[in-house]
């Protein structure tokens, strides 16, 4: 089995930064997986924010890009979310995610990931 627990939510004012992080344990295949960041308001659905392939090539959103970095550290199974110049509309439950493969989809879809944090809550005030 596989566990994801996410880290780092929290209350920040409009152009503040936060560092969400996820930590994985059990079997991880190698490391090297396919992790994302998934973000969901509560009358919203849920919505692919970044992805992470095993050799680190990201994919985002393009409602984060340029704001929002992902990475991954292998060796700790550890994968986070730079947030920087968070707006109010950045407000949502996110949910960190792995598949078993090395890859990601160019289109990220909840669909396509078999394993899921409880997820942390960003709130940034309007």
């Known amino acids: 089995q596989v566990h994801l627990v996410e880290s780092g939510g929290g209350s920040v004012q409009a152009g503040g930064s936060l560092r969400l992080s996820c930590a994985v344990s059990?079997?991880?295949?190698?490391?090297?997986?396919?992790m994302a960041w998934f973000r969901q308001a509560p009358g919203d659905e849920r919505e692919g924010v970044a992805s992470?392939?095993?050799?680190?090539?990201?994919r985002y959103a393009d409602s984060v890009k340029g704001r929002f970095t992902i990475s991954r550290d292998n060796a700790k199974n550890v994968h986070h979310l730079q947030m920087n110049g968070l707006k109010p509309e950045d407000t949502a439950m996110y949910y960190c995610?792995?598949?078993?493969?090395?890859?990601?989809?160019?289109?990220?879809?909840?669909?396509?990931?078999?394993?899921w944090g409880q997820g942390t809550q960003v709130t940034v005030p309007s």
């Open positions: 995610a792995s598949r078993k493969w090395f890859g990601c989809n160019a289109s990220l879809r909840a669909a396509d990931f078999e394993y």
């Open positions: 059990g079997d991880t295949y190698g490391n090297n997986n396919c």
């Open positions: 992470i392939q095993g050799d680190g090539y990201a």
